[in-house]
């Protein structure tokens, strides 16, 4: 398992400016973790052989990284500088994506292509960093996805298809979906629940066979219970032992906008109240696109519980509505 955390935590200044450390998970290439303890950050290096073409990179600078590529007499070096060290944690993940990426590569040129690649990718994230953090209904929404993925972890449903199944982070309709059978996750910390609908494709089941609707209960708390950062880290260490999923885990809660560097932000508690389970068939009282008159768009409208609990499922039945999930994959 890939650990740059560790490396560099443990590169203590020995009369040098530059410490480096070889990564020894890939063993094609010559690259390090290194870091400048004159201004104390980090660097990604990956030496190049003069005869090697370099391609273009798309991008060079963004927020708190930068990339340049040195030559010397014998070879060049491309070298991705952390600028802004309140980012340390969020740029570990983002070399060790790197790293990932390039262990399988068998030239110099399809690994440069290949790191060019996910700083594209990991570009789009690090702009997204507000030093801001999450509104309290954002994290009320990422919270209630956790404990579903929580739910699916402790019935031995494959990790790495339930980041595949977890689509909430792409921003689409449904929070969960996979081969005709999705889960949108709603969640309430009012006295009198209520379920909030955001838009009249979120219980839409065109298209598919089955459509579950999970409602969280929640009860704000003062000083105790859990928070936002604590079930991160929860279901961060089910996915510890395997590291590309601990990366795609990283990447889904960057993508929603969670970054360690906000870990302070998060002070709201909460104790889990109840989590009910619906089936949504055609007869579900619902908004859909096709109710609406034309013109009309984006409705967002609430159901009372009361009202649908004849369609409630046992957590068994839930499961069992889902093992499509785990057979089919």
């Known amino acids: 398992m890939i650990n740059l955390k560790s490396i560099w935590d443990n590169q ?9 450390t070889k990564i020894e998970a890939v063993q094609n290439f010559d690259c390090y973790a290194a870091t400048n303890h004159i201004i104390g950050n980090h660097i990604f290096i990956f030496e190049i052989n003069l005869n090697t ?3 273009e990179f798309k991008t060079k600078k963004f927020k708190g990284v930068t990339l340049e590529i040195f030559e010397f007499d ?3 070096e491309l070298q991705i500088f952390l600028l802004d060290n309140d980012l340390k944690d969020i740029f570990c993940y983002f070399i060790e994506d790197i790293v990932e ?26 702009d997204k960093i507000t030093n ?20 699916l972890l402790e019935n031995n449903f494959e990790g790495n298809k339930i980041l595949q199944i977890w689509i909430g982070p792409e921003f689409e309709d449904k929070d969960f979906s996979f081969r005709e059978t999705a889960v949108e996750v709603k969640l309430s910390s009012s006295k009198i629940p209520k379920i909030q609908i955001s838009n009249e494709r979120q219980l839409d089941s065109n298209g598919l066979k089955k459509l579950i609707l999970s409602h969280v209960l929640l009860d704000e708390v003062k000083g105790s219970g859990f928070n936002l950062n604590e079930i991160v880290e929860r279901v961060k260490i089910q996915f510890s032992n395997d590291h590309s999923q601990l990366l795609q885990f990283f990447e889904k ?22 989590i009910r389970y619906y089936n949504v068939p055609n007869d579900f009282p619902k908004i859909i696109s096709e109710n609406l008159e034309p013109g009309i768009f984006n409705v967002s409208y609430f159901i009372e519980p009361i009202a ?11 499961l069992l509505s889902l093992q499509i999930w785990k057979e089919n994959y």
């Not at 203590?12 to 480096?20: D, E, F, M, Y």
């Not at 809660?253 to 109840?274: C, H, I, M, T, W």
């Not at 649908?308 to 839930?318: N, V």
């Open 12 to 20: 203590i200044p020995l009369g040098g400016n530059l410490i480096k």
């Open 53 to 55: 073409i370099i391609p």
């Open 74 to 76: 014998d070879k060049y």
């Open 101 to 126: 990426s390039i262990i399988s590569a068998i030239t110099q040129y399809e690994a440069l292509v290949k790191i060019s690649n996910v700083i594209l990718k990991w570009k789009k994230l690090f």
């Open 132 to 151: 801001k953090g999450l509104t309290i209904e954002q994290q009320k929404g990422l919270i209630g996805e956790l404990l579903f993925i929580e739910l």
């Open 253 to 274: 809660l960057a993508k929603v906008g969670y970054f360690p560097e906000d870990y302070e932000l998060y002070n709201s508690y909460y104790q889990l109240r109840e």
């Open 308 to 318: 649908i609990e004849h369609y409630i499922l046992t957590t068994d039945e839930l």
